[in-house]
């Protein structure tokens, strides 16, 4: 069956939008607060700019790009349409780069016709955004949505209920986005509305990047970790999931929060505990902790019938990609534990909660960016025709400055206030100082995996004049 071949500028794109506006914002603003300089008119903006452009321009352009490639092979039919791939990027770059260009610049321009026609500008990167998205869910829907239930291959059928989350994630996402540029701009503000804008990345998180992550676990990590193949229901721990998610957000919603503002933090309270029991099933299932000295926390059936680790061979030709997964998994446990304490202390009225930032940051920072630059390396390569990476060295400095700058960015607005008083001034400092930090950090982690991945592509064979003949309307 002729498939279409993968397109690299999806990586190259993504990789420039972290790079040039994600994590370069991020490291902007961690060095000004972590060293107390005044934050300036446009922080706010910038924070809005920096969270949109990770999440759609970094890990939603992956998503995309790798989606189009591994989708259609998983379901055993041709993309319908791989022309629209190159009208995707286009749409997604131009609303992404009017974004990045006009966001951060509405807030040092008077409020005059100049302001307008930036906001204009914001506003028409929503438009093409949500065409681009929207292209995209069609494409992904004319592909696979052909093939009848009973005909779907084993390999596709336990990870439709994630593949479907991220769907409506991505349209629910698009259609807020723009919801709230449209307010902004009408409103003259230089920054969407708080409330609805925290809603909207949540819609995100939750329905599209923690899924998509999910899926792609079960379908790679046991090639790539030689972990047992998932033999337990997918689909109920991803029922679970979203059970937990979609309580926890509709509590979240403004008008609920207005309406019954008690029964609300309880509703969230209890949506996010099971939201977080969903995640930690998971987690176990998966068995990605059922090697080395973490083994004891797989369940007895993985243990029992794990294949052996991979030779040493495979660190030699792909670096410490396995160290980078399993801390990203690592991670994922710590934001659940945290999240599941701070639910806890919400329901009991102790206070002592750990902070949403933080929280966000662990899965953001800690689990989906460590697990992209772990599964990068080695999936990557082989989607360009490549056995190996280029420089396996590199993958190490990768694992060493992802994690520094997790550890920076959420242990000083992580921990509650109260506990830091009662340490030494070095102490604070000292995570002043990382935090300060850690935006530089994530930013030579992407961008050693950026270069790294550069090289490697050098090392691909050439590919065909003429790509495969797209499948018929």
Known sequence: MPHAPFDRRYIWVACAMALGAGFAIAGHLSFILGFSFAPGPGFTSFVQTHGHVQLVGWAGLLIMGISMHVMPRMAGVPLAHPQWRSRILWLMTWGLGLRIAGHSLAAYLPRSTGLEIVLGAVVLSGVLELIGIGLYIGLMRRTIGGVPGEQLRPALQPILPYMQSMMLGWVLYAGLNLALLTAMAWQRQIAAPALWNDFAVRCFVGLVLLPVTFAFSMRFLPLYL????????????????????????????????????????????????????????????????????????????????????????????????????????????????????????????????????????????????????????????????????????????????????????????????????????????????????????????????????????????????????????
């Open 226 to 473: 030689r972990l047992a193949a998932p033999a337990w229901p997918v689909h109920r721990v991803a029922y679970v999931y979203l059970l937990g998610w979609g309580v926890e957000v509709i509590a979240l919603m403004p008008p609920v929060q207005t309406l019954m503002p008690q029964g609300s933090e309880i509703l969230m309270q209890a949506g996010r505990m099971f939201k977080g029991m969903g995640i930690l099933w998971f987690v176990w299932r998966l068995g990605v902790f059922a090697r080395g000295y973490l083994a004891w926390l797989a369940p007895a059936s993985s243990r029992r019938s794990r294949p052996p680790r991979q030779t040493k061979g495979a660190g030699e030709t792909f670096g410490a990609f396995e160290g980078l997964i399993v801390s990203a998994y690592i991670w994922l446990v710590v934001a659940v534990g945290c999240e599941l304490w701070s639910s806890l202390m919400g329901l009991t009225g102790w206070g002592a909660s750990i902070s949403h930032d933080a929280i966000r940051h662990l899965y953001l920072m800690g689990f989906v960016t460590l697990l992209i630059l772990g599964v990068g390396v080695r999936m990557l390569p082989g989607l360009m025709h490549v056995r190996r990476v280029a420089n396996p060295g590199l993958v190490s400095v990768t694992l060493w400055l992802g994690n520094a700058a997790v550890v920076g960015r959420v242990v000083l607005v992580g921990l509650p206030g109260s506990m830091w008083q009662g340490l030494p001034l070095w102490a604070v400092q000292g995570a002043r100082m990382a935090f300060a930090w850690s935006g530089i950090l994530g930013l030579a982690a992407v961008c050693f995996l950026a270069l790294n991945l550069w090289q490697t592509a050098k090392m691909a064979p050439a590919e065909p004049a003429s790509a495969p003949a797209p499948a018929p309307e």
